[in-house]
């Protein structure tokens, strides 16, 4: 099938044994700013890409001979800047697999379709691939060279979960990286996490949780791939006390606006968010050194308005970050976040919550450390409905807390 000029956002390829559900959805996403091809099997699908530009596949979960995971996993291996999402009717289904398959697919769409609902999102996701692809980060990010891998302990950590291995088994896989055993004990009894202390890796793992432990192995990746000089370090202390401080924050403030706990798989959201930062950090030190002699000049400003007053829109923090998270074939809720933490008001509409929450969290947060240990904040410009003064003052007591046990344990500035 050729491909049809009109339909300039890219190519959806839907992977069902079902005819009515190929049929369906190429009749009500017929007029969709997107090409649409099918296919009846995982083997027929994976012939297409041979000859067919695919941006995302859509595979159901129940199909006879390959499954849509197995399907998914070949196309992992063959084709990886593919995005992978997996349709399914049965919820209880839905949720095994997204305890499984983190690594593996990037968002789930659950049946039946609401086709309105699935064009709008389907055209968010290309809109963010075409974003993500522009002239001026391209030539960015070639200035990188070879763009940051994944170690082989974080692949094995995902494989291990995908395989539904226990904490136990993930200790002794852990055990054979001293320097990653012994910061993983370390966050667990940090403020952010500890309520009793251990010395037990496996409890550690249980205390953390898959999903943060995946997102701090990232980031101890990162420190630990790169060499980073003193001041870098130091930056580094500080990237990782104020993500710990805003996830938590996140958390807090979820649970507060929306009366209900954060979903198991979003507790660590806030960890990565920023990651972009990192990135400037190691591969255009002077860049962030501009940021940051700027910031110290504009206290008031951001780090994203920084960038901007530079010269740096469209090549942010925000822009490497999220590029690299879906490079890395993370979800595409902390795609959207890392993207725009900054303007939540321009999210997929389903993450828009979720992005304004951060935001906000990243705001206070960003108040709070410039204030430290100033007892003394402006709490008017941070109160807005549902939260209310009470709260948000035991929230900043909570958060200066944290901070000074931080700066207890490490004697690492805050600002």
């Given at each position: 099938m050729g491909t049809d000029s009109t339909k300039s956002l890219g190519t959806i390829l839907f992977v069902d044994d079902k005819d009515l559900i190929l049929e369906s959805a190429k009749r009500y996403l017929a007029n969709a700013a997107f090409q649409i091809v099918t296919a009846r099997s995982g083997h027929e699908a994976l012939k297409m890409f041979n000859h067919q530009t695919i941006d995302i596949v859509i595979a159901d979960y129940k199909m006879p001979d390959m499954n849509g995971l197995e399907f998914l996993e070949i196309v992992r291996e063959r084709f990886p800047s593919v995005r992978r999402s997996i349709?399914?009717?049965?919820?209880?289904?839905?949720?095994?697999?997204?305890?499984i398959s983190d690594n593996l697919v990037s968002n789930y769409f659950k049946k039946p379709w609401d086709y309105t609902a699935l064009q709008q999102e389907l055209e968010h996701l290309l809109e963010i691939k075409k974003q993500l692809e522009n002239d001026q980060l391209m030539e960015t990010l070639g200035e990188i060279g070879i763009l940051p891998t994944l170690p082989d302990i974080?692949?094995?950590?995902?494989?291990?979960?995908?395989?539904?291995?226990?904490?136990?088994?993930?200790?002794?896989?852990f055990e054979k990286d001293a320097a990653v055993t012994a910061n993983i004990i370390h966050i667990a009894n940090s403020a952010f996490y500890g309520r009793s202390k251990t010395n037990s890796l496996e409890r550690a793992i249980i205390t953390l949780g898959f999903h943060s432990i995946q997102s701090i192995l990232l980031i101890?990746?990162?420190?630990?791939?790169?060499?980073?000089d003193e001041r870098q370090e130091q930056y580094l202390q500080q990237f990782f006390l104020r993500v710990s401080l805003v996830n938590f924050c996140f958390l807090e403030l979820?649970?507060?606006?929306?009366?209900?706990?954060?979903?198991?798989?979003?507790?660590?959201?806030?960890?990565?968010?920023?990651?972009?930062?990192v990135i400037i950090l190691q591969c255009f030190p002077d860049r962030y050194q501009e940021i940051a002699v700027y910031k110290q000049n504009h206290p008031d400003q951001s780090f994203y308005e920084a960038e901007i007053a530079l010269g740096y829109e469209g090549v942010t923090h925000n822009e490497l970050g999220a590029y690299l998270l879906r490079w890395w074939n993370f979800s595409d809720k902390i795609v959207e976040l890392a993207l725009y933490h900054h303007t939540p008001e321009i999210a997929y509409e389903g993450y828009r919550p979720s992005t304004r929450v951060l935001a906000y969290a990243d705001a206070l947060v960003t108040h709070l450390l410039n204030l430290y240990p100033n007892p003394d904040i402006d709490f008017d410009s941070f109160i807005r409905d549902p939260i209310d003064q009470q709260d948000l003052e035991y929230l900043t007591y909570l958060v200066y807390q944290k901070i000074k046990q931080h700066q207890d344990s490490t004697q690492v500035p805050v600002n």
């Open positions: 349709g399914t009717g049965y919820m209880d289904e839905l949720k095994s697999i997204q305890t974080y692949n094995e950590f995902i494989q291990a979960v995908e395989e539904g291995l226990s904490a136990r088994d993930l200790a002794s896989l101890l990746s990162m420190k630990n791939t790169f060499d980073w979820h649970k507060q606006i929306f009366d209900r706990s954060l979903d198991r798989l979003d507790t660590s959201l806030g960890l990565l968010y920023d990651i972009g930062k």
